[in-house]
């Protein structure tokens, strides 16, 4: 089955420690990227890759940092975590993210920052 | 900046034709459109997807503007499992932007 998989589902955390939530999709994609949703802003992308080695910042990229070192795979680290980092997170891939490929999205982490 | 606009929120009879609207008046000529659709406690998930022409599959249909700045899209017989948040979302080349969604209340 086609899936893309984000853990942890659910973390409460403290200020200033680093945590990483992990994504691996089982499609073969080249493209993966990482969201946060948060109440009347809808999604907004944190980074995306768009393959092995390549890395870029989406629109709120400030507190995050990405890496990509194998295909299936693509961690979201927060190096020190602030309480506005409290959010739910998705984690999407696709084939190649662009033309128009569908984008599969994981079940989302949530995340409570103290 | 790229930017979508919706509306907050629409309410449709069940077994009605629902139109779900969406501005995206910053549209390049390079830029698809896309919609998603999100159930309470789920990640997005694909309804329909365009670049110019209108578009129809088995869940919905894509109505674009000739000019792109702007697209709606229909479910044509609305059903309870179809409430939900709609996405309107620009495609970029590798960067999406969601607009803030519509949330679609189907009354039985």
């Known amino acids: 089955e086609a899936q893309v998989t984000q853990n942890p589902r659910y973390l409460i955390t403290v200020t200033g420690k680093k945590l990483t939530v992990t994504c691996s999709q089982n499609?073969?994609?080249?493209?993966m990227s990482w969201y946060r949703q948060d109440p009347g802003l809808g999604l907004r992308q944190i980074y995306y890759?768009?393959?092995?080695?390549?890395?870029d910042k989406g629109d709120v990229p400030e507190g995050y940092k990405v890496s990509r070192k194998e295909k299936r795979n693509f961690p979201l680290i927060l190096e020190s975590p602030s309480p506005n980092q409290t959010s739910l997170y998705f984690c999407?891939?696709?084939?190649?993210?662009?033309?128009?490929?569908?984008?599969?999205f994981g079940e989302g982490s949530w995340l409570t920052v103290v | 900046d790229a930017k979508t606009t919706q509306p907050n929120s629409m309410e449709s009879n069940e077994e009605e034709p629902v139109h779900l609207p969406c501005n995206h008046s910053?549209?390049?000529?390079?830029?698809?459109i896309h919609w998603y659709r999100q159930l309470p406690s789920q990640g997005p998930e694909y309804v329909i997807h365009?670049?110019?022409s209108n578009v129809n599959n088995r869940m919905a249909s894509l109505a674009i503007a000739e000019d792109r700045k702007s697209s709606t899209l229909i479910l044509h017989r609305a059903t309870l499992r179809d409430a939900a948040v709609y996405y309107c979302i620009l495609e970029l080349a590798y960067k999406y932007i969601f607009g803030t969604g519509t949330r679609l209340k189907v009354l039985a």
């Open positions: 999407a891939s696709s084939l190649s993210g662009t033309r128009g490929n569908t984008i599969y």
């Open positions: 365009g670049l110019t």
């Open positions: 910053t549209i390049s000529g390079t830029d698809y």
């Open positions: 499609m073969n994609h080249e493209y």
């Open positions: 890759s768009m393959n092995v080695e390549v890395t």
